[in-house]
């Protein structure tokens, strides 16, 4: 392909070498239809390295390229210059005022119902079925024909085609596109080849071929020449004649179409419907599923052949399962590819890379990226003991990463850094925190987390990926490169919309560096000292979370007592951690005891079994020493606004402090959280788990909180458990005259002019209107089989006409029906009852309707 074009452009670069979609040109014709030749051919190839071989062969359009050379019609050579002419000269046409719309109708129904006196303009590109045909034409009549579908045919399928071009269709006979076809084709005769050698399989141009051009059986007297090809290009497509061809000769059990997206797959089915045979259809490859295991999976349904299956495992690379450690890549297999690939195991080059300091247990390791910034790296297990704690972590019954966490690993990375032994900053502030995405967690996948800081700029960033993710642009299947890192991300929307090694972004910020203690200025200072509401039933709180959809387990349960008033929390916190082994690593708490601190503000929330997650904190302060071995630790919670009364659809904004409390030191301020913003979950809500429990569980167990809205249960309680009598007055009538209004209203009241200005605005559009329907209906009329019941109604019909000025067509008709709706909406049902009437006309006047049934029998005009 290469080579016929010059060098203009390279076949795999626009299959596999655009970084994204935007640089892509498979969309356009004369990328698309050789992208979608080798791709074909490629799995056609594939097929047969498994011994599998077609009995039949039919093709559509574009793949009657690939059909001919692998039925043994056309050389390779010859196969690639049709397909190269034929989308280089249709490319012509791409952007030059055609487009394609698909309809769920008949052949006969299209022709009669949308395309009479529209024909030079549009016609039918394609029939798949008998219930699906393509139109293809002018653009501004297709969107018309699109709306006119949308409004008299409301239920009937129609898609725009995405490509911008009208094939099949009186647009092709433009830019001399047949003249350069036949004559760049002239020389290819199209016959059945004698040369086995130039045969892309002989067993597969053993196979019976169908074509789509002329709707049958190509025989080998048939040849599939310059003129074929044109008439492939010109011609409709005529696949339902070709599939009733296949019935009626071949009957296969079985459809594999060779494709990027199965598209004929429903086609196939509706050919089938009026018959007792229905064939398996299975595709070979689907857009954004996995290639291989949708491949597969049609291999298992197509055959339980060993003969198949045995070659099937002789053409597969399979590795033994054993130790990570022992296995070692094969190269690329294609000879093409030549980009470099670096195949290291992960021991190697956390070996390599690795700074000799103590591993954080969340942060992991540092890996060597550009000087401007710092990443680390950790692979996070919870089936590991040291993270199995995170199962407690349960939001809505998925095991989320705590929030917290993230601002324990950048602490952690921040004194790897700039930390030393004779630093003297006192506190740590982190800025702008966004929580952009939970991170979801679970024990069938392990996440690698990584955190990076940009030092320039005093930027952070966390985000994970799948460890299975390939990462980096090499290819390689286990091991991990050195360069298998992103460098950096200073835009965080690009780094969430990054996807092409599967990273997600999690938690960004910005880092402040003064060095100076942070005064506590939050709105905790004017806390009233007074409380409301208190309890130390531990239980009951946690059991009013877990309706909320907070399923916490024992690790992160650190809640010894509460009390507040409606906006403001005080709880005290136990922090015992001794059972934790590497408590010692953590710069500020453990997780367990940090997302602790959060569940007492949580409480006050209103709603009984809606859920709040932590979106954003304007400002983190950590105070550097903090001393892990505090026994009594309390925390403090304001929002800024009245709670209590406020929708459940809105975000909170509030300050929490936490203090230690010891007997040696009083109210030490550990850490501030300022403007600590929660919002609403969307999407599952945690009504789940409210199921499991009665309505005076719920009660019970919210009883000592405040805000909590009863009002719901209370509703409901009343509903299902009390009784309440209804008294109902319903008026005799004895007579019908009672429903009628008196004399003297009637003698009084007025016509409202106002209200029928419709009727006195519409009357010359609804004459125009009718005069088009007559002359319709008068249009090639024997005038000699007209009953005489109806003689008046043609002569009306003749007087009608004689209003119109221009020449009348079932499309322009329809056009002015639809302009009628839309200017008269009032007025929709005596237009319905117009155009049902109008429309028959002709044939109330042949004898072949009769006039009452055409109301009767419609369900319009009931």
Not at 23 to 30: A, H, K, P, Q
Not at 266 to 290: A, D, G, V
Not at 300 to 314: K, P, R
Not at 709 to 718: N, P, W, Y
């Amino acid at each position: 392909m290469t080579k016929i074009n010059n060098g203009e452009w390279r076949l795999l670069e626009e299959l596999i070498g655009k970084t994204s979609e935007d640089e892509s040109r498979i969309n356009d014709t004369n990328i698309a239809q050789p992208a979608l030749f080798a791709i074909q051919v490629g799995l056609a190839a594939l097929l047969v390295s498994w011994n599998i071989y077609p009995s039949t062969i039919v093709s559509h359009s574009a793949g009657d390229q690939a059909a001919a050379f692998v039925a043994g019609r056309l050389t390779l050579q010859e196969a690639v210059r049709v397909v190269y002419h034929r989308s280089r000269l249709q490319n012509r046409n791409t952007r030059q005022g055609g487009r394609m719309l698909a309809v769920s109708m008949s052949e006969e129904e299209v022709q009669n119902k949308l395309l009479k006196g529209i024909e030079h303009l549009v016609c039918i590109a394609v029939i798949n079925s008998p219930r699906s045909v393509t139109l293809s034409g002018d653009e501004k009549v297709i969107d018309e024909l699109q709306q006119t579908l949308s409004t008299f045919y409301p239920n009937v399928f129609k898609a725009r085609l995405r490509i911008e071009n009208a094939f099949h269709s009186y647009q092709m006979d433009r830019f001399d596109i047949e003249k350069e076809m036949l004559s760049s084709l002239q020389d290819i005769q199209g016959l059945p080849l004698k040369d086995s050698q130039l045969m892309f399989n002989l067993k597969c141009a053993e196979a019976n071929l169908y074509s789509s051009v002329t709707g049958n059986k190509l025989s080998d007297q048939i040849p599939v020449d310059a003129h074929y090809w044109w008439s492939n290009v010109r011609q409709c497509v005529r696949f339902h004649d070709a599939m009733a061809s296949i019935q009626q000769h071949d009957a296969p059990s079985v459809f594999l179409e060779l494709s990027p997206h199965p598209i004929l797959a429903t086609s196939i089915r509706e050919c089938y419907q009026s018959t007792n045979n229905q064939p398996l259809i299975l595709p070979t490859l689907k857009r954004k599923e996995n290639e291989q295991i949708t491949l597969l999976t049609s291999l298992a349904q197509l055959t339980t052949s060993s003969h198949v299956w045995q070659q099937y495992f002789q053409t597969r690379d399979i590795l033994p399962i054993i130790d990570n450690e022992q296995l070692f890549d094969n190269f690329p297999l294609y000879a093409f590819d030549l980009s470099s690939c670096w195949y290291e195991s992960k021991d190697s080059v956390i070996t390599c890379l690795a700074n000799r300091i103590p591993i954080h247990p969340l942060l992991g390791v540092r890996q060597r990226t550009g000087q401007t910034s710092a990443t680390w790296k950790s692979l996070i297990n919870i089936n590991l003991p040291q993270y199995a704690y995170l199962k407690d972590h349960r939001i809505q019954g998925a095991v989320l990463f705590p929030v917290v966490a993230y601002l324990e690993l950048v602490t952690a990375a921040y004194h790897q850094l700039f930390l030393s032994s004779d630093n003297k900053q006192s506190s740590l502030v982190l800025k702008e925190i966004k929580f952009v995405k939970a991170l979801s967690l679970n024990e069938h996948e392990l996440k690698e987390v990584f955190t990076q800081i940009l030092i320039p700029v005093r930027q952070w960033f966390v985000y994970s990926r799948p460890w299975t993710s390939a990462g980096s642009d090499n290819m390689h299947s286990s091991g991990m490169a050195s360069v298998d890192v992103v460098d950096s991300f200073i835009d965080p929307e690009t780094l969430n919309q990054y996807s092409l090694r599967e990273f997600t972004l999690h938690a960004h910020g910005h880092i402040e560096m003064d060095g100076v203690r942070q005064k506590l200025i939050t709105s905790l200072s004017t806390c009233p000292t007074y409380n409301v509401w208190s309890t130390t039933d531990v239980n009951s709180v946690y059991t009013h979370l877990s309706t909320r959809g907070y399923q916490y387990g024992p690790s992160f349960r650190n809640i010894r007592s509460l009390c507040g008033t409606t906006s403001t929390v005080t709880a005290q916190i136990d922090s015992n951690l001794d059972p934790i082994i590497d408590l010692s690593c953590y710069h500020l708490l453990h997780p367990t005891v940090l997302d602790t601190f959060l569940h007492p503000s949580l409480l006050l929330l209103p709603g009984v079994d809606t859920t709040f997650l932590p979106v954003s904190i304007h400002k983190f302060v950590a105070m550097i020493q903090v001393n892990t071995s505090h026994s009594n630790i309390e925390a403090c919670g304001k929002y800024h606004d009245v709670v209590c009364g406020l929708s459940q659809e809105r975000t909170y904004t509030g300050d929490l402090l936490v203090l230690s409390s010891d007997d040696t030191t009083i109210n030490e301020p550990m850490f501030i959280f300022e403007g600590l913003v929660t919002q609403q979950v969307q999407g599952t809500q945690s009504g789940r788990w409210t199921l499991e429990k009665s309505i005076f569980d719920k009660l019970n167990a919210a009883v000592d909180l405040p805000n909590v809205d009863r009002c719901e249960q209370l509703d409901t309680i009343m509903k299902d458990y009390c009784m309440e009598r209804i008294w109902m007055d319903s008026p005799i009538i004895t007579s019908i005259v009672d429903l009628l209004p008196s004399l003297n209203q009637i003698r009084h009241d007025r016509i409202n002019v106002v209200s029928n200005q419709d009727l006195t605005d519409s009357v010359e559009s609804f004459n125009e209107l009718a005069a088009c329907y007559a002359q319709l209906s008068i249009k090639d009329l024997d005038r000699n089989l007209v009953h005489s019941q109806y003689c008046a109604l043609l002569n009306a019909c003749n007087s009608l006409v004689t209003i119109l000025h221009e020449r009348i067509t079932l499309y322009s008709t329809q056009l002015h029906l639809r302009q009628l709706f839309d200017h008269f909406p009032r007025l929709k049902s005596l237009l319905t009852l117009l155009d049902t009437y109008g429309s028959r006309l002709k044939d109330v006047f042949a004898g072949q309707q009769n006039s009452l049934d055409v109301f009767l029998d419609s369900n319009e005009t009931e």
